[in-house]
């Protein structure tokens, strides 16, 4: 039997505004434990929440992004459950009227289709704090415990893991396009929760999800997911699936590779849902949503500018847009003078191989305007491409510009002609037999006389004169 996979996301994402998003603490990452609290994030009795405006405009403009609905008026909720990291014993969270409604992303694929993934809601929310677990003893750092979080719930519209990623990749790019968050999924302010189930292929109904909690690396996402599929599948093969896949919340244990239960899921009525009496209905003037529904251009708009305005390749264009600081730095190369197509070949596989580890796109020690004059230089037939990969390894290492590279490396181009017919004439008498042979119809040897001249220059002839000029001697 074929099966069917029905996958669905929780995307939850930190607004990257300077406050929480019911008090004046600093959100911040790796800070001392506790120290970023306050009667509010502690939840002690007397203290009451003040919303951030901040979230608010954020969530506008992610609304506004995704085609959604922005709602006028929206409303908090209670989330009531008990876990160490939440101080309140419940979570102030959107239910019955989120700030965002409705809504789509659309995912590319490698053949050119592409697939719209529907988007239930996006909702206002506070994160809760973080447990630590040492052996058989857990410390709960509360710093993070209200820092605002935007939840992305999308439909079970995705089909494959593939799909996931593609999803997830897109919504990041549009969060960092936005500047709404800085979406580090390293530090936790990017993550999801997976919700899968299978079907036998044709089947419409919905069968039993498992939701896979807190994974915050696409590579442990895909690992999951297929991990889930296999286990689900093997579950109704040997007909034992309404026993051992039960709605419930999974781990992804690392180590093992494999998801894990950790606990029963909860319907919505088991969190007993309601109004937060000590918030008061959100309600956005039409000022408000009018400033913040004006967005930068966003992926999508940006590939298909490339395309036209640089007459770029529409899967370069991808690569490019996928990351907001990929395209800047894309842009500026461009504004520097070089050549768009070079540009997209010395961004996206010179210079990317060069950067590892904690080095990237944003703190290379070549940045934008060094690699758009670089580029230049081969352009202008300062250096050749070779010479230039050479010159690219050494200001990796080195503070300098560009041109003094080139100088302190003696790389630059000779296009002088009296220069290149001196060696010319020079390898030209050292090989009489040779330049017999070529006159003679043995056209291949012409290779030959190019090689032994970039040779004799070490490399610094432009190839172009040498070709031209030999031509020329040899007849």
């Not at 289709?113 to 509360?142: F, M, P, W």
């Not at 703190?363 to 250096?383: F, M, W």
């Not at 040498?466 to 040899?474: A, F, I, Q, S, Y």
């Amino acid at each position: 039997m074929k099966f069917e996979v029905v996958i669905g996301l929780e995307v939850h994402t930190q607004l990257n505004t300077k406050t929480k998003i019911f008090c004046s603490c600093p959100t911040s990452f790796g800070d001392e434990p506790n120290t970023n609290v306050c009667p509010v994030c502690l939840a002690l009795p007397g203290a009451l929440p003040v919303l951030n405006v901040e979230a608010v405009k954020k969530s506008i403009a992610f609304g506004t992004a995704i085609g959604a609905t922005v709602h006028k008026k929206s409303i908090f909720n209670r989330k009531n459950y008990f876990y160490p990291d939440l101080p309140k014993g419940y979570q102030i969270s959107q239910f019955e009227i989120p700030i965002v409604e409705g809504g789509e992303i659309v995912i590319d694929f490698e053949d050119g289709s592409q697939k719209t993934i529907g988007i239930t809601r996006a909702h206002l929310e506070e994160d809760a704090g973080k447990n630590t677990h040492y052996g058989a003893y857990s410390h709960v750092d509360l710093n993070r415990a209200g820092t605002p979080l935007l939840e992305i719930v999308s439909e079970p519209d995705m089909r494959s893991a593939d799909e996931v990623l593609k999803y997830l990749k897109k919504v990041h790019a549009i969060l960092k396009y936005l500047d709404i968050s800085d979406a580090n999924m390293q530090e936790g302010s990017f993550r999801c929760d997976v919700n899968i189930s299978i079907r036998p292929e044709g089947d419409t109904k919905l069968y039993t999800r498992a939701e896979i909690k807190n994974l915050n690396s696409f590579k442990f996402i895909q690992k999951a997911i297929e991990f889930e599929i296999t286990r689900q599948t093997e579950a109704w093969e040997d007909g034992v699936y309404e026993t051992e896949v039960v709605q419930e919340t999974r781990l992804y244990n690392v180590e093992r590779g494999i998801t894990v239960s950790m606990r029963g899921k909860e319907d919505s009525a088991e969190y007993r849902y309601f109004p937060d009496p000590d918030l008061l209905p959100v309600i956005i003037p039409d000022e408000m949503m009018e400033k913040y529904s004006k967005i930068p251009e966003l992926p999508d708009a940006k590939k298909k500018r490339f395309v036209t305005e640089y007459g770029i390749k529409e899967y370069d264009a991808a690569v490019i847009t996928s990351a907001i600081e990929m395209a800047n730095f894309f842009e500026t190369m461009i504004k520097e003078g070089a050549g768009a197509k070079m540009s997209v070949t010395w961004l996206t596989v010179e210079l990317l191989a060069r950067l590892s580890g904690d080095v990237t796109i944003l703190n290379s020690p070549v940045n934008a305007i060094k690699l758009g004059t670089l580029v230049k230089r081969i352009e202008d037939g300062t250096i050749s491409g070779k010479a230039a990969k050479e010159v690219l390894d050494f200001l990796m290492k080195n503070s300098i510009e560009v041109d003094e590279a080139i100088e302190k490396l003696g790389l630059k181009q000779v296009s002088d002609d009296g220069a290149i017919l001196e060696l010319i004439d020079t390898i030209i008498e050292a090989n009489r037999d040779k330049v017999e042979q070529y006159k003679a119809g043995k056209d291949k040897l012409f290779g030959f006389f190019v090689g032994q001249t970039m040779k004799a220059s070490k490399g610094t002839a432009n190839p172009a004169k040498v070709n031209e000029l030999l031509k020329h001697r040899l007849g």
